[in-house]
């Protein structure tokens, strides 16, 4: 059984490719950088190549995680390649994959905005009407929609994951900057609030989620996320017990696309198997662990 990821070189994608490898699935990335063991085709799903094409028109099962991420990103030509990457890349990739493989495409949970609407905070459900926030998540929405036009004749799945954390997280992501600032004795900065909630989750329950939403080649959205919010200000007591360093909070005004607080109804994913068992503290534990600056070798003097 072969599989096709696409973006494996990127945060989940990598995770993703070496679990279906644990498992014994002969694995074809798909990635515009080359993978360090060699296994990657590259190429740009915008327009992709004929060897790209026929791996994904001959796959067992694809799972579509290429994107362009960051709903920070402010140059000024962002909203075009967010369509190009985010909307038109995924177009040819529904395309070329045929009804009847099972396709799980990747998401956001940005596509909701927020969990707390007013004085009410609840989990966010799949069949909840979608209102994002910023050129990122609209460019997720206008993908889903594609996905839904391809659900009318065959079947795929999408999963919006919501804040994943683990090792490999983007440096661009909130944990990551965290840890790098505390580690250098500088202030953390904090968007809007310290006590805006984040659902954070483990990238490996993600990936164990994506493998088994694949293997049941169910169709429509499904929520990869904890279903418990955290707030901002105790995932940076986790950074800074994990580094056994003081964390100083800088908090600035947020923008329009920083949402108040996420958090998932995991009623789908647990009818289909799926648990999320993150332990905050040892999740954020084991990040730190992996971005450990190597120690020096720089040889000892022997006396």
């Known amino acids: ?30 990635d515009r950088v080359p993978s360090t063991h060699g296994a990657t085709i590259q190429t740009d799903l915008a327009d992709p190549s004929d060897e790209a094409h026929d791996a994904l028109r001959t796959a067992d099962a ?10 920070r990103d402010r140059r000024p030509d962002i909203a075009r390649l967010r369509h190009r990457d985010n909307v038109v890349a995924a177009s040819n ?30 989990p966010c459900r799949e069949s909840d009407p979608l209102r994002p926030t910023g050129g990122y998540a609209r460019s997720k929405v206008t993908m889903e929609r594609l996905c839904a036009l391809r659900a009318a004749n065959g079947r795929v799945a999408v999963a919006r994951p919501f804040t994943v954390a683990g090792e490999g997280q983007r440096s661009d992501m909130a944990i990551a900057t965290w840890i790098e600032s ?75 696309e920083e949402v108040s607080a996420t958090r998932a109804d995991t009623t789908r994913a647990e009818l289909l198997g799926i648990a999320f068992v993150t332990d905050l503290r040892a999740l954020v534990k084991r990040q ?16």
């Open 182 to 256: 505390v580690r250098a004795g500088r202030a953390v900065t904090i968007l809007g609030s310290p006590e805006r909630t984040r659902d954070v989750t483990d990238v490996r329950d993600v990936v164990r989620a994506l493998i088994v939403v694949a293997e049941r080649n169910i169709s429509g959205a499904v929520n990869l996320g904890s279903g418990r919010a955290n707030t901002l200000a105790d995932i940076v007591c986790a950074v800074s017990q994990a580094l056994a360093l003081p964390a100083l909070i800088d908090v600035v005004p947020a923008n329009t």
């Open 288 to 303: 730190v662990a992996a971005t450990a600056p190597a120690p020096s070798s720089r040889l000892q003097e022997v006396r």
């Open 62 to 71: 694809v799972w579509h995680l290429a994107a362009r991420p960051g709903i």
């Open 1 to 30: 059984m072969t599989v096709v990821v696409t973006g494996s070189s990127g945060f989940i994608g990598s995770h993703l490719c070496a679990s279906a490898r644990a498992l014994g699935k002969p694995t074809v990335e798909l």
């Open 93 to 122: 990739v529904l395309a070329a994959v045929p009804p009847d493989t099972p396709l799980v495409v990747t998401s956001s949970s940005s596509v909701y905005g927020s969990s707390r609407h007013g004085r009410i905070d609840r």
